[in-house]
């Protein structure tokens, strides 16, 4: 079979192999996520570590799903239900994806430039519109391949929150030991922060944009083709997704533990456990944790939104083209692929706009939350039962462990859910 087998590629070192697992997972710690993990750390201590304990497997099971759907297939997910899936399944949940993005994409850039003007001053709104347009400028501009090096250097960005531990002290005893048994309560706040950590790591848009960016991955690659077409390139594409996703997932739970630790070490046992932003959690950092943790915090939430808010744009891009059967990629020119582009744009232009009305940032980041946990559960299910479908994945169906652990996470988030829906009143 022609084309059967990728192109070998001895002396490849692991890190080169990483990619959209790694970009993936580095955006969930976005601003809006860091807030999220503050608020936890702030407000319950260590009692809240053990939630990155059982997320981990969790999304790098469903994850990996993904990654195979988009690298099997040659579609991403939104391509993948139009053509197995109900239409007002598809539209439903693309437009619902859509919304949630432009609102994420306007906390974080508001975030970014409330962080710059707590490091050197001056006008947030001004920052906000910088950070907006240069990330715009260089999603459009870049082509995929040039443009996800950047991205790659982007998530030493979190590395930030591991530069803070070296700024306190660390009882590692206590720690450990409310990671593995905490002291857990039924009190409603918190059930939803609970709630609230789970919907931040386990997030659609990250699903659309590792599946779609196993396809640019694909075609990007001298040889490459979908694996339902080339058989024989199957297990170094595995190898590679595995490694890829297991190590940015890791990396982006260590963080999410490090962010909840940093703050329940400082904030928390100062008597501080109500931080509704990250740029509020930088400053409250300061006069306890002193001029470096802050400097760092601040400097992290920047980095960290830059990172993001492609992952948002473009998985939102992404999921219309692929309902739309639009020219899509990033590594087309803008020209080409005038649709797919026009919402990377119009989503981030919302999105730095809406920075300028009297929306609630926090108000906007709950709703988003709730839309993302509320879309999550059927496009899991959707997914899973697309990974399981000869139709869809050839003879490359999901093995029994992978369905397991990913119907699990789709149990887990079902519950979570209705937990929030429960805590609504």
Known sequence: MPHSRLPAEPGTRWY?????????????????????????????????????????????????VSARIGRVSGHGLAGNIRMHYPAWLLYGVVLLLLVANTINIAADVSAMGQAATLLIGGQPHLYTIAFGLVSLGLQVFIPYTRYVRVLKWLTLALLAY??????????????????????????????TTVVAVFGTTISPYLFFWQASQEVEEQQATPGALPL?????????????????TYV????????????????????????????QTSAQAASALRPIAGDMAFMLFGLGVIGTGFLAIPVLAGSAAYAMAGAFQWTEGLELPPGRAKAFYSIIVLSTLIGIALG???????????????INGV??????AVMMLMASNPKVMGRFVVSPRLRWLGWLATAVMAAAVAAMFATLG
């Open 356 to 370: 300028f009305t009297p929306l609630d940032p926090i108000k906007a980041l709950y709703w988003s939350a709730v």
């Open 16 to 64: 080169r192999k990483l990619g959209p697992g790694l970009i993936t997972g580095a955006a969930d710690d976005d601003p809006s996520g860091i807030a999220t993990y503050s608020q936890a750390g702030a407000q319950f201590g260590f009692n809240m570590l053990w939630t990155v304990l059982l997320t981990y497997p969790l999304m790098a099971a469903i994850q990996i």
């Open 228 to 244: 339902i077409e080339a058989p024989g390139q199957a297990r170094a594409s595995y190898r590679r997704i595995k490694l890829d």
């Open 248 to 275: 940015g997932m890791g990396f982006s739970n260590l963080i999410a533990f490090f962010i909840m630790m940093t703050t329940a070490l400082t904030l928390h046992m100062q008597g501080v456990t109500d931080i």
């Open 162 to 191: 591991v530069g803070i531990l070296f700024t306190v002290h660390i009882p590692w005893m206590q720690v450990i030991a409310a990671t593995v048994w905490p002291q857990l309560s039924w009190r409603p706040e918190y059930i």
């Open 375 to 380: 879309i999550s559960v059927p496009i899991m």
